[in-house]
């Protein structure tokens, strides 16, 4: 197999995961649900004493030096399943760290690495070098995939059961983005390899 139909084939496997995920957000932002996703996370860190709050900002995510859990202000005011689901997984982040800081803490610097590496495998390029580059940050992506499990498992049991389905899904299609994507860019960078030598 040529370089370049494996870099292609890493792109497809890239592209069919971006629409798998746009029909399943699109789906589960149709399905309401009785309440705004911000205030439920809000109540949830309050009772899981995990001295997180919730703050709007530009992207979802949780910043542990600040114990602040970031919504979007479409999340955080938003009423579907889908809202829900996101909430709930940076919910599900801030219980682990009240549990296991250490873990979070070696999974936050991997991942950084990780953009690092990948960064700097495209630009090197099509070499050996930049391959090595691409494979060691698609690697250290992955490896943070049992993180995104447990945020995930974590935030279902906080949620009422018959969301729970829905939300599952959601978090399933987002988090699967921590295997097609790294195993696209795993291809992406073979083919750079294999069409360099």
Do not use: C, I
Request: aromatic letters at 10%; charged letters at 15%; a positive charge.
């Amino acid at each position: 197999m040529n370089g370049a139909l494996l870099a292609l084939t890493g792109l497809a496997l890239v592209a069919g995961y971006a629409v798998y995920l746009a029909f399943t957000v699109l789906r589960y932002r149709g399905v309401p649900v009785p309440l705004e996703a911000g205030p439920f996370a809000e109540e949830v860190l309050r009772k899981g004493l995990t001295g997180f709050r919730v703050r709007v900002g530009r992207r979802n995510g949780v910043r542990y030096p600040e114990r602040s859990v970031y919504l979007t202000r479409a999340v955080y005011g938003g009423r579907s399943v889908y809202h829900l689901a996101v909430a709930v997984h940076e919910v599900g982040h801030a219980l682990q760290w009240r549990e296991r800081p250490e873990m979070v803490r070696a999974a936050q610097g991997a991942l950084t690495l990780a953009l690092g590496l990948l960064v700097l495998g495209f630009l090197v390029g099509p070499s050996p070098l930049g391959a090595a580059f691409l494979t060691g940050g698609y690697g250290l992506f992955l490896a943070s995939l049992p993180l995104e499990v447990d945020a995930n498992r974590r935030g279902l049991e906080v949620l009422p059961p018959e969301w729970r389905e829905g939300a599952r899904r959601v978090m399933a299609a987002l988090t699967a983005s921590y295997v097609a994507v790294p195993l696209g860019g795993l291809l992406v960078a073979v083919g750079f390899l294999v069409g360099w030598s």
